[in-house]
């Protein structure tokens, strides 16, 4: 590809409507410590670049100028910003604005700087009609990015599509409910949509779903960590049931950790002798049995504990 865009490139000094300009070469000053070897093409393409942000010229052929910076250096934050300026400077087709930035971005999905001017764009022209189904392309192809997601969370939010964001995390929970970023998407919607305390219904669904996933794979630590994290600024005993299905589940995973410890942190929280006493206990095994590569964490905690006790 880069080979063919070489072929068909025409110096900008060689194009009628660029002789009124004077390109401004790179400075690396009298003695460069390691000069770059740039193509023809890329050297020469900056260096009318340059001597455009030295006039702002905010033009028709800016604009298109800043296409080929684009291309040979999607990650040019300059260009990106320049851009920007010219496009309302120009009052530029935002349509096809947002064609641009796409397929610039298919090629790129985790440079920052096109999810920001995709953002951008997306403000100016208040049409979200396609972002949605845009970043569930890019998850598709990797679940794992993060600029992805925080779109789409800007997305969501902006919308208040908290329900259908709902039915997308369990479509993917389907496909995989190992999948660390859709429970953290989860609990972004679960939150966001309560922004006070979660509701005692929606706490209590929360639970039993995360749950659900536990039974399929108790060591899978991600709905673990939402499970504690629904807790977050409130309370175990909020829930009337998080004790009794922890207990319960404890009884059939003996050797889950992540059950020992969440059980361990409400009989903390309980705060009597008896489960400050529990919770010793619960230290105790995880320290010397369930979790033995945190054992001087769980050995720290069993103190505390050991100091609660004595002074209750």
Not at 128 to 155: C, M, P
Request: aromatic share 14%; net charge negative.
């Amino acid at each position: 590809m880069a080979d063919e865009d070489e072929q068909k490139y025409i110096p900008f000094g060689d194009r009628e409507e660029w002789k009124d300009v004077t390109p401004i070469p790179q400075d690396d000053g009298p003695k460069p410590v390691c000069v770059i070897a740039y193509s023809e093409q890329f050297a020469d393409t900056m260096n009318y670049f340059r001597a455009i942000l030295h006039r702002d010229e905010r033009s028709e052929r800016s604009y298109q100028l800043t296409n080929e910076v684009i291309k040979l250096n999607p990650a040019n934050y300059t260009a990106w910003y320049f851009r920007r300026l010219v496009i309302e400077a120009i009052n530029a087709d935002l349509k096809k604005e947002l064609e641009f930035v796409s397929s610039v971005g298919n090629d790129n999905p985790k440079n920052y700087q096109i999810w920001y001017h995709r953002k951008t764009i997306v403000e100016k022209s208040k049409d979200f009609s396609h972002e949605l189904e845009f970043t569930a392309g890019q998850i598709e192809e990797d679940n794992k990015n993060y600029h992805a997601w925080a779109y789409r969370q800007w997305v969501v939010e902006t919308l208040q599509a908290w329900d259908s964001e709902l039915v997308y995390i369990d479509t993917l929970m389907a496909d995989d409910f190992r999948n660390n970023s859709a429970w953290n998407q989860r609990y972004f919607v679960i939150t966001r949509k309560n922004t006070q305390q979660i509701q005692s219904a929606i706490l209590e669904r929360e639970i039993n779903y995360a749950l659900s996933y536990i039974k399929k794979a108790p060591n899978n630590q991600s709905p673990w960590t939402y499970l504690k994290g629904l807790f977050k600024g409130g309370r175990f005993s909020d829930s009337p049931t998080i004790k009794q299905l922890l207990t319960e589940f404890s009884e059939q995973y003996p050797t889950s950790p992540h059950a020992a410890a969440l059980l361990m942190e409400i009989y903390e929280e309980e705060r009597t002798k008896e489960s400050i006493q529990r919770a010793i206990e619960l230290c105790d095994s995880l320290e010397n049995h369930l979790d033995t590569f945190h054992r001087k964490y769980w050995s720290y905690k069993r103190a505390q504990l050991e100091q609660a006790s004595k002074a209750s």
